[in-house]
């Protein structure tokens, strides 16, 4: 799923276009760093961003770009120029606000911590839009789908048709609990996974909607049901149970193809013929689905109803392959977790200097390196130190803890977000080539 890209002008940019970012991690306003332009603000971002030149895709865009106004070759000493001077600026700024030997540490400690902030910036954003899509489908069906497909083409062009990815954990400032979306969770893990197998890219845009749409059905029971904290009675439980049912209807009600029905109806469907609604078996259930079922099954056990019963992305992960993988499609689990890791984001773990810090990013060529958050021991959060374990040779991660295995005043020192939330870009290597 590869694609050749070409370099062209910044003031070639016109609706239509296919474009690339390569900005570094997630260092732009937008929600990906790949995506086609569909308005004029879009352009005067990106213009605003201080890009002179940028790459696009011919063959994902609708229509080619403006004429050149002047000979590209020509500027390129120009922009050298240009950036060297604001390099020399920024320099200026920096000798003049900041002690005369700059701590290079510290200065990549802050950048890391503004990149988890950007990415916490675009979050919000795409959760945003999967709570409108939930509030209003059946009313604005048309307007909710294609906020839904804008989306879905949006994370199958980033996860899919790029190189590697880096698969962030959200626990930063911008976004909290309130943000979580288990249909967007269902939705990144799923498109994990399918970068992991063959996939077609309409197969993955499929995916993508179903992912999004499958708990739709539980818009028709009962809200009793679905707040109710004690366990379900018999009768409620097998109403819940209806929801994949309901959920097909009105995907088939809203204009959607019969696969995307299908695809939900299955959604609760498990590999040794458990689940519901019909005790299908693997080999009985669209392939699809199956990657739905294993996504929403990690994320559930990871971001349950009652959170007292909620498992660390480690444990959730341990406990399917030892206790449940008769339930699933067993390769696809062992894909799901190598690509979440040694030690998958969200993860709570321990250095080798003693301290504790949170995973908050993955990036599946490094798995004993990711990007964790230092929690410093008075817990002030504008003391915690996001750190990129490939730079650090003297500190190493020694385990990976479960919830019983933290003591209580590290906890208390660490405060976790109760709900993980996961987001996907470029890998920082893929990026900066």
Known sequence: MSTSTCTIDVNQLR???????????????FTLSNFKLHNEEQIQKIKGIGLKTLRYDPKR??????????????????????????????SAVLAETTEP???????????????IDESEKKFVVASDTIKNIQRNILSSSKQCLEQATLLVNDIVEST????????????????????????????????????????????????????IL??????????????????????????????????????????????????????????????????????????????????NNYDSLCNPKNMSGAK???????????????????DLLKRLIKSLGVYPPGSIVKLSNEQYATVVSVNPNYPLKPY???????????????????????????????????PAEVLKQINPRKRVSYFVDQAPETAAA
């Not at 204009?255 to 299908?262: A, E, N, V």
Request: include cysteine; charge should be negative.
């Open 372 to 406: 964790v958050k230092i929690h410093s021991k008075q817990g002030k959060d504008e003391e915690d130190v996001i750190v990129d374990l490939r730079e650090e040779v003297n500190i190493n991660i020694t385990a990976c803890l479960k919830h019983a295995q933290i």
């Open 160 to 211: 899919l048709c790029e190189g590697d990815i880096a698969i962030h954990a959200l626990n930063g400032n911008r976004s909290s609990d309130a943000h979580y979306q288990h249909a967007l969770n269902v939705t990144v893990l799923s498109m994990i996974l399918a970068k992991s197998i063959e996939i077609s890219r309409e197969d993955a845009q499929l995916l993508g909607l179903a992912a």
């Open 214 to 295: 499958h708990d739709i059905g539980k818009l028709e029971v009962s809200d009793k049901i679905l707040l109710k904290k004690d366990p379900l009675t018999h009768g409620e439980h097998a109403h819940y149970q209806l929801h994949s049912e309901f959920g097909a209807r009105m995907v088939k009600s809203i204009g959607l193809s019969p696969r995307i029905s299908k695809i939900v109806l299955q959604h609760h469907e498990l590999a040794d013929g458990s689940g519901y609604p019909a005790g299908l078996k693997a080999e009985q259930t669209d392939p699809l689905a199956r990657i739905i079922v294993l996504a």
């Open 61 to 90: 865009s609708d229509c080619p770009p403006l004429p050149v106004k002047s000979n590209l070759n020509l500027i390129k000493p120009v922009l050298a120029a240009e950036q060297a001077l604001a390099h020399a600026e920024e």
């Open 101 to 115: 030997v700059i701590d290079a540490k510290l200065l990549r400690h802050k950048q890391l911590h503004h990149a």
């Open 15 to 29: 609706v239509g276009l296919y474009v690339h970012l390569d900005l570094g991690w997630m260092d732009h306003p």
């Open 312 to 330: 660390t992305p480690y444990e959730a992960l341990a406990y399917m392959f030892a206790h449940q993988r008769s339930k699933f499609d067993e």
